[in-house]
């Protein structure tokens, strides 16, 4: 059973701090992790996505990747509270024409002025 | 972001009713995905679609059918909704790559 696991949170931070989401995986041989932000009564949004080990910036976001250790991680520089939402981590997979993605249960992010 | 656009947005239907749910892209995407959300579960697939009338089971796919007759539209149907049916339902679609883009829900209400 592939599964991605995250903290459920709430995870709280100071305006203008530096937000950690973190998200672990079991499948070994995945390829692709992805983060997405969901607020509240709407849908998810792609914020990022990270294919190789190693750091991916993206202005404010960095996404962290380590296939040995199996995690992948978020973060979100100079939080504000726009930032405040929940977020799903989720890994692809594949195995002939089933291509899908395998999500966390989120970690709700709430950042305080 | 893809366009795509889900109809009804809200629907509120009696138990044992047929309810069908529209998702239409514009991206011409050739994987289409139906989840629904509910607290606690996060989202949870219930079919998908990799072609025009090539679509496979989800994790939680009983009591829900599927039908993708072109490739910018893909329909899912509760034959007879369950109060456990209700939810948030959202579409998303995704080209050659792995990344998903969603539709911005339909919140299903059984009675």
């Known amino acids: 059973q592939k599964e991605v696991e995250q903290n459920s949170g709430p995870l709280s931070v100071p305006e203008g701090a530096i937000a950690s989401l973190n998200c672990t995986y079991s499948?070994?041989?995945?390829?692709?992790f992805f983060w997405y932000r969901q607020y509240s009564g709407k849908s998810p949004e792609l914020i990022m996505f990270?294919?190789s080990n190693g750091d991916k910036e993206d202005g404010r976001f960095t996404a962290q990747l380590n296939k040995a250790s199996q995690y992948v991680s978020l973060l979100i520089r100079d939080s504000q509270p726009s930032d405040s939402a929940t977020y799903l981590c989720?890994?692809?997979?594949?195995?002939?024409?089933?291509?899908?993605?395998?999500w966390g249960l989120g970690t709700s992010l709430a950042v305080n002025p | 972001d893809a366009g795509i656009t889900q109809s009804p947005r809200h629907k509120v239907t009696e138990t044992g009713t047929p309810v069908t749910l529209r998702c239409h892209q514009t991206?011409?995407?050739?994987?289409m995905y139906w989840y629904r959300q509910d607290p606690g579960h996060g989202l949870r697939l219930i079919h998908y679609?990799?072609?025009?009338?090539?679509?496979d089971k989800g994790e939680v796919s009983d009591g829900y059918s599927v039908s993708r007759s072109k490739t910018e539209d893909f329909l899912l149907t509760l034959e007879s909704a369950t109060s456990s049916q209700t939810s948030v339902y959202f579409c998303?679609?995704?080209?050659?790559?792995?990344?998903?883009?969603f539709g911005p829900g339909t919140r299903l209400t059984v009675t």
């Open positions: 991206e011409n995407h050739r994987y």
């Open positions: 990270i294919y």
């Open positions: 679609s990799y072609g025009v009338k090539d679509t």
């Open positions: 989720a890994m692809g997979t594949s195995a002939g024409n089933n291509r899908k993605l395998i």
């Open positions: 499948d070994r041989g995945s390829q692709s």
């Open positions: 998303a679609t995704a080209g050659e790559v792995y990344e998903q883009y």
